[in-house]
């Protein structure tokens, strides 16, 4: 199983930006990896969702246009920049990866299609 770790989540001001990392030790070559995140009382939601080659991408509709996922092979990472931040973008953020046979947006952004999961990193922003 792949372990996974991310970093890079904090306090900031709604308008900043701040970039997520997802470090894997494993094999995570062909694997999709994806970010998900659970705000205060709410359920978790998939934010992006990247293949294993890197060339195809999803995002939910509140990620568009301000986020961007992308992973770095050689460092065996996975990052979130987040751009233009707001106070809905308050939750923890968990990376997670999984070998998906089915790459439709619903299948990816399945949380249940994913092996292994970080432990999170938390991201608040106050107005």
């Known amino acids: 199983q792949v372990h996974l770790m991310e970093s890079g989540g904090g306090s900031v001001q709604a308008g900043d930006s701040l970039t997520l990392s997802c470090v894997a030790s494993?094999?995570?070559?062909?694997?999709?990896m994806a970010w998900f995140r659970q705000g205060p009382g709410k359920e978790r939601e998939a934010v992006a969702a990247i293949s294993g080659g890197g060339t195809i991408t999803f995002y939910s509709d509140s990620a568009k246009g301000r986020f961007t996922i992308y992973r770095d092979k050689a460092k065996n990472t996975m990052y979130l920049q987040m751009e233009n931040v707001n106070p809905e973008d308050t939750a923890l953020y968990s990376c997670?990866?999984?070998?998906?046979?089915?790459?439709?947006?619903?299948?990816?952004?399945?949380?249940?299609?994913?092996?292994?999961w970080g432990q999170g990193t938390q991201v608040t922003v106050s107005s």
């Open positions: 494993g094999d995570t070559d062909r694997n999709w």
């Open positions: 997670a990866t999984g070998f998906l046979t089915n790459w439709s947006q619903s299948s990816v952004f399945t949380g249940e299609n994913y092996e292994s």
